[in-house]
């Protein structure tokens, strides 16, 4: 199973950037999968998931802001994220579970692939 990611970069603060993970050995549709964040001194954290039926869960700092979605025919994974802070600079990384479903509070533990990640990175 390999997870690639692409679309990161730089922005403005209030700007927009779309992030897409590329999966392969894996059918997109079949697992939970999810958007995960790691900025420099802090732990890694999860932004949204979204389960086997299409089920999606939030991080509170991300409601109203991201918007994670999947390709089938692609089978890709995709994070939307708009109204950008610069506390949102941080390298993000796609993740998929070996199961259909997410477990509750979307674990890091959970996941058994990753991508390499995509830096983020927002300026004031």
């Known amino acids: 199973v390999q997870l690639t990611e692409s679309g990161g970069g730089s922005v403005q603060a209030g700007g927009s950037l779309r992030l897409a993970c590329e999966a392969s050995?894996?059918?997109?549709?079949?697992?939970?999968l999810a958007w995960f964040r790691q900025a420099p001194g802090k732990e890694r954290e999860a932004v949204a998931s979204?389960?086997?039926?299409?089920?999606?869960t939030y991080s509170n700092f991300v409601v109203g802001r991201f918007t994670i979605s999947k390709d089938g025919a692609r089978n890709t994974l995709s994070l939307q994220m708009n109204s950008l802070e610069p506390e949102d600079t941080a390298m993000y990384v796609c993740?998929?579970?070996?199961?259909?479903?997410?477990?509750?509070?979307?674990?890091?533990?959970?996941?058994?692939?990753w991508g390499q990640g995509a830096q983020v990175t927002v300026s004031s």
């Open positions: 979204m389960n086997s039926d299409g089920h999606t």
């Open positions: 050995g894996l059918i997109v549709t079949g697992h939970c």
């Open positions: 993740a998929a579970s070996r199961f259909p479903g997410c477990a509750s509070g979307i674990p890091p533990s959970a996941f058994a692939y």
